[in-house]
């Protein structure tokens, strides 16, 4: 094919010669096996699990039927069908009898429900009869409980919604009503019928599984504290096979290997970020600072006994030894050697995880940090295999904001750094070797970006508050003239550029984009002929053609300037569901992260990426690599952890992949979106240190592990300045520091002004821009051509890379 065929005209033609990869078999079969590898089991008693060959069993709970693949909203994708696990067993021919009764009970219920138009996930619990218990009881040995949550895009896990601005989209606010009706205390905890069906099991049953089909943390104290129940398997929403994925890690068909990537704690509040989540619409106070997930859990005073289960945990049906062999050090890095050794008697892999433990130090520090992590292949009973793990020793320094040793530094601070390794963060062993600095050592003198101007105070090591200078607020509303009413740019479409007369037959002389691509012509003296109006037409959003929905980029046709398209999401390509086209769902983002295995998430990456160009699309908007700061953000389904490495190497693993496949990956939301309530006018009060530790490490990683051809800044503001606008977070951190070279689109329609993103370096505004808008003020002095040019050159450079 020849450059910019399938953009240009939409070609009906697939990947392959034998036909279309979009939702292909191959491709369903690698989102069933990243699903299996992504599941955690929690807790074996007296190996209930796997279930042997015949076991007679009874499905309990609505989500044996209401099976949840993904979240919702741009997030969630068009599938032909998903596997729930009442599927998913009876697909494992005669591995196990279930009592049929109480299924058909079950999935006339949910079939009702969903008639009546509820989300799956958004169901309530039936009533169970004592005569349904009684004959599950009388016919089976193994009851399994199945519970399912949903969240979405736009609203939060709380019955909390705001509606200060106009909204096209009422569905947006109606989340949380729906929520307060299903979920009278929160969908973190069970609600009063999954507890009264849960103790109608436990009065019958000796042998309870729990199965939960979820996409973030909820209460698990009642499995882990609860001897009667014997085994728990942490599904999450595992896309289209996830239901055949959980029944083939039940049945013994493979071994689970997933590890949590995130702090399972009993109760919502137990996060500190919880008691001030919902303070305001406006504003969200990050107090507890670089003290998020297992950061605060296991450093915090009197913290530690509020976890479940700990990050990095997770069981296997067989048992693994660790021996650590060999560390050392050389000038700038770790190393460390670890026999695994598969004890037990099933094949199977284990995560080997490093930790270390820096000095407090006059910065303090968490007392856990993951410094690298690997996972074994499948190891057979009895077989060994050596892992090497090795990191920078600069990875490890902390970020000086207030200038207590040496102001916008990164310092490794003198005194004894300890390592840990193990298989969680509570299950390791102290390494055979420390690193020892009698000095400190600046590994990196940056410059103060993001500074906090109304975050009070924020949490040190010892659980006590330091305060923190204040500052004049910003105006984020500033604007050279008046500003639309917020809301009413929400859903403008970008109108169809026509060619000038007679371009169809002739352009005129007009120096061609093709020529630039082939080498012909330099971008330079392309640009040169381009009028101010082309150059603000290229800085925003384009119609959509073929199946896109999300509109696209470019879109010169006097130039030859293709237009490409744009498309969702983290779960898999999202078009739009007129179109008859179903793709892969893939397993949440959650989960993918839980398989601690970047290879595979590639290989993902790389499948979804054929779909999008078998599509005829070039731009992917996924990766979404937020951290998982409180488990009520509705959308953390779609991101990957409450840790910044595993966040940073799963997205750089997921744009590797991507990219492979000459399609841009969009790495989102750029940055401290962890709030959908108001999400497009809530400021995030957050340190500077905080920053650059938690909420933009893990996109520094992928930036400069894996160049992301482009990056979508986030709704919020932080710290008073809407990211979009945010010259210091897009041209100062992003490009002058971690050397990005690619483009950066802001989310669609924000509440940005046009002129002030593209001053700040955002060089696209999605969906669509506002050309009078951004030509007002330049004629009122605020933007000059060599600003446009800035932008519309990254636009350019990103539609060449495509092929
Ligand atoms: C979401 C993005 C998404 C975009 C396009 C926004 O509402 O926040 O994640 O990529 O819409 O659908």
């Not at 800044?713 to 210091?728: C, D, L, Q, T, V």
Request: charged content about 25%; proline content about 4%; glycine content about 10%.
């Amino acid at each position: 094919m020849n450059k910019w065929t399938r953009v240009k005209f939409q070609p009906n033609l697939p990947l392959k010669e034998s036909g279309r990869v979009t939702a292909s078999k191959e491709h369903i079969q690698l989102s069933k096996e990243a699903a299996r590898e992504g599941m955690v089991l929690l807790k074996n008693e007296n190996h209930l699990l796997p279930l042997a060959e015949g076991t007679r069993i009874a499905l309990f709970g609505k989500g044996s039927f209401d099976y949840v693949k993904g979240g919702g909203g741009s997030g969630d994708v068009m599938v032909s069908y998903v596997h729930n696990l009442y599927d998913g067993l009876k697909m494992q021919k005669n591995a196990v009898q279930i009592y049929e009764p109480l299924s058909a009970f079950y999935k006339a219920d949910i079939q009702h429900q969903y008639e009546k138009g509820a989300v799956p996930g958004m169901t309530v619990e039936p009533e169970l009869t004592a005569e349904l218990a009684d004959g599950a009881k009388a016919f089976a040995d193994v009851a399994l409980v199945v519970i399912s949550r949903f969240s979405g895009e736009g609203w939060d896990r709380s019955s909390v919604e705001c509606s200060n601005e106009f909204n096209p989209w009422d569905n947006e606010t109606t989340m949380p009503k729906i929520s307060a009706e299903v979920f009278p205390d929160g969908d973190f905890y069970l609600t009063a019928r999954e507890k009264a069906m849960l103790a109608m099991v436990k009065e019958r049953f000796e042998n309870i599984a729990v199965v939960l089909n979820i996409g973030g943390v909820i209460d698990l104290s009642w499995i882990k504290n609860d001897d009667q129940i014997g085994a728990a398997l942490l599904g999450w929403q595992g896309g289209m096979e996830g239901g055949l994925a959980m029944a083939e890690l039940l049945t013994g068909k493979d071994n689970p290997s997933g590890k949590l990537v995130d702090t399972f704690a009993a109760s919502a509040d137990d996060y500190p970020s919880t008691a001030n989540f919902h303070e305001s619409f406006d504003y969200v106070n990050y107090t507890e600072d670089i003290y998020v997930g297992y950061r605060y859990f296991e450093t915090i005073p009197g913290a530690q006994e509020k976890v479940v289960y700990p990050f990095g945990y997770g069981l296997s049906y067989t048992t693994f030894a660790l021996d650590t062999t060999a560390m050392w050090e050389t000038k700038d890095h770790i190393f460390a050697e670890i026999q695994v050794t598969n004890t037990g008697d099933m094949a199977g892999k284990e995560v080997v995880q490093l930790y270390f433990e820096a000095p407090q130090g006059l910065l303090k520090k968490p007392s856990r940090q993951l410094a690298t992590f690997a996972k074994t292949r499948l190891l057979q009973p009895g077989e060994t295999q050596l892992i090497r793990l090795s990191f920078a020793k600069a990875d490890m320094a902390s970020y000086d904001d207030l200038g207590k040793i040496q102001k916008s530094a990164y310092i490794l601070e003198k005194g004894t750094y300890k390592f840990f390794i193990g298989t969680s963060v509570r299950n390791t062993e102290e390494g055979i070797q420390t690193m020892e600095l009698s000095h400190n050592i600046i590994t990196r003198q940056l410059t103060a970006h993001m500074v906090p101007s109304s975050l009070k105070e924020r949490m040190l090591s010892d659980g006590t508050f330091e305060a923190l200078p204040q500052t004049q607020c910003n105006d984020m509303n500033q604007c050279v003239f008046e500003k639309m009413i917020p809301g009413t740019e929400e859903g403008i479409t970008p109108g169809i550029r026509g060619c000038a007369h007679g371009a169809l037959f002739d352009n005129y002389g007009k120096k061609q984009f093709i020529d630039v691509a082939e080498g012909k012509l330099s971008l330079d003296d392309f640009m040169e002929q381009l009028s101010d109006d082309d150059l603000i037409h290229l800085l925003g959003g384009q119609p959509n053609m073929g199946v896109a929905n999300t509109f696209g980029f470019g879109n010169l046709p006097d130039y030859g300037v293709p237009s490409i398209m744009t498309a969702d999401g983290p779960a898999g390509l999202r078009i739009s569901g007129d179109c008859v086209i179903n793709t892969t769902a893939w397993p949440c983002a959650t989960l993918l992260a839980c398989t601690w295995n970047p290879t595979l998430v590639q290989q993902v990456g790389q499948a979804g990426a054929k779909e999008v160009k078998e599509n005829n699309i070039a731009v992917w908007l996924t990766p979404a690599v937020n951290i998982h700061r409180n488990p009520l953000c509705g959308r953390n389904f779609e991101y990957y952890s409450e840790d910044p490495l595993i966040a940073g190497k799963m997205g750089a693993a997921m744009v590797k992949g991507i990219q492979s496949q000459h399609i841009g990956a969009s790495v989102k939301h750029f940055a401290a979106n962890n709030k959908e309530t108001n999400r497009k006018h809530c400021d995030s009060r957050v340190s500077e240190r905080a920053l650059r530790e938690i909420y933009l490490k893990g996109f520094e990683i992928i930036v400069k592990e894996s160049q992301p051809w482009t990056i979508m800044s986030s709704y919020n503001a932080i710290n008073g300045h809407r990211a979009s606008e945010n010259h210091e977070l897009l041209e100062d951190i992003l490009r002058g520091e971690w050397g990005f070279e690619g483009m950066v689109t802001t989310d669609w329609w924000t509440r940005g002004e046009h002129y002030k993103e593209i001053k700040a370096g955002n060089d696209v505004k999605m969906g669509t821009g506002f050309p009078e808008r951004v030509k007002k003020a330049m004629e009122m002095g605020q933007l000059g051509r060599a600003e446009l040019k800035h932008c519309a050159r990254r636009v350019l450079e990103l539609i060449l890379k495509i092929d």
